[in-house]
């Protein structure tokens, strides 16, 4: 008699840290932890540690400056992938994404804008609404599970992908310190080299490594932000094969690429929310959400976010430049837009740019991001929960 088969299903955790979401839920986790522990009798040790310097840096310096270079170096990649052979390879494609996420970080930033004319160094955080944290945004739309059409995720992450660029070229023009010439130099120079290993054809990974652990020590040094580096040596990763195939598992780029997806979305995100996250309210009373600067992420986050990506979204579909998404109904679509009020993890980063040798504007800040990006998802969530019918398997 022949033996029965057996299917074995995949384990939850096995299904859970395959999911694109993951690390968006595990960064809800580990942002409330952050602030147990800041609001706790553990605070003390909290703050210490991430103030004690190693090797002529912080702790918190390390991790916003080395740690996230490699996040940076994930979203450089993740953007020239979407650009050559992916969601935004056309015009097409682009167009919508494109509009809402201008939309998306216009009107956010005049929102906040408004809030602070009367502080030229609140002035300085304009830029920290305008961001959408990916992995936050996807995580909540996960809990929605079938109920989302897949275009929309689609067009959610298209959308951040966009929002991260946008917010890159923010931090290079906007928020960088003073230049040292000789630093700066160096530093074309080692780029120039990482673009001719990719005009020369080579395709180990190796020598772009080592000359990236470069280019991010002189970046450091020059006085353009270290993170930024990440994202120039992104652009110089080869797509294409040694045998010059163009969209391959076995390219450089995607084999980076997915070596790098799950220490980011499960280690250094999660790490760089516990040391961002933590704010102590001792002291502070609901007033403290009433000051330009928590008052202008808060709006800009919630109100400018959704004005932005559904206003412009909305223009472009009725000016026949743009579709909406296959599937979607107009308050699905405004769900999404809701959704993209959630700006965690480029916001908090913005803000450490915006306000370096403030502590209490930083404090703000936290305040500011939280709530903004908790109303957002809370009511982005209810209003794909009431507007989605859930798919039967």
């Given at each position: ?260 997806h799950p220490w980011v979305a499960f280690l250094i995100i999660p790490i760089f929310g516990f040391a961002n996250a933590g704010v102590s309210f001792a002291g502070l009373g609901p007033s403290a959400l009433l000051a330009p600067v928590p008052l202008g992420i808060t709006l800009g986050l919630f109100l400018g976010k959704q004005i ?86």
């Amino acid at each position: 008699m022949a033996k029965s088969v057996v299917r074995k299903h995949p384990s939850a955790l096995r299904d859970f840290l395959k999911s694109e979401a993951a690390g968006g839920i595990i960064l809800m986790a580990v942002a409330l932890i952050a602030i147990l522990v800041a609001n706790s009798p553990a605070a003390t040790l909290y703050f210490k540690v991430l103030g004690t310097y190693v090797a002529g840096l912080s702790i918190l310096h390390w991790i916003n400056d080395a740690l996230m270079a490699v996040f940076f170096l994930l979203v450089g990649l993740e953007i020239k992938r979407e650009f050559l052979d992916g969601q935004l390879s056309s015009w097409s494609r682009r167009a919508l994404p494109g509009f809402a996420a201008l939309g998306g970080m216009v009107a956010p930033a005049l929102i906040y804008v408004a809030f602070n004319l009367g502080s030229p160094e609140g002035l300085r955080g304009w830029a920290i609404p305008a961001a959408t944290d990916i992995a936050f945004a996807l995580g909540v739309l996960s809990l929605l599970g079938s109920r989302v059409p897949a275009s929309l995720k689609v067009f959610l992450t298209a959308l951040a992908i966009l929002d991260d660029l946008g917010a890159v070229i923010i931090i290079a023009i906007f928020y960088t310190a003073d230049l040292s010439t000789l630093f700066l130099g160096l530093d074309a120079l080692t780029l120039i080299a990482l673009f001719a290993l990719n005009r020369l054809g080579v395709t180990r990974l190796t020598p772009y490594l080592v000359l990236g652990a470069l280019l991010w020590f002189l970046a450091l040094k020059s006085g353009i932000h270290a993170t930024l580096a990440g994202v120039a040596l992104a652009l110089t990763i080869p797509l294409k094969t040694s045998r010059g195939t163009p969209d391959s598992a076995d390219s450089p780029l995607h084999k980076l690429e997915h070596a790098l997806h799950p220490w980011v979305a499960f280690l250094i995100i999660p790490i760089f929310g516990f040391a961002n996250a933590g704010v102590s309210f001792a002291g502070l009373g609901p007033s403290a959400l009433l000051a330009p600067v928590p008052l202008g992420i808060t709006l800009g986050l919630f109100l400018g976010k959704q004005i932005g990506v559904f206003g412009f979204g909305w223009a472009a579909i009725r000016a026949g430049l743009a579709d909406l998404p296959a599937g979607a109904s107009w308050l699905q679509f405004y769900g999404i837009a809701l959704l993209c009020g959630i700006g965690f993890t480029m916001s908090l980063f913005i803000g450490l740019l915006a306000f370096p040798e403030s502590p209490a504007l930083q404090d703000q800040t936290k305040i500011g991001v939280l709530a903004g990006s908790l109303i957002a998802g809370v009511a982005g969530w209810a209003l794909l929960r009431l507007t989605s019918a859930k798919k039967r398997p």
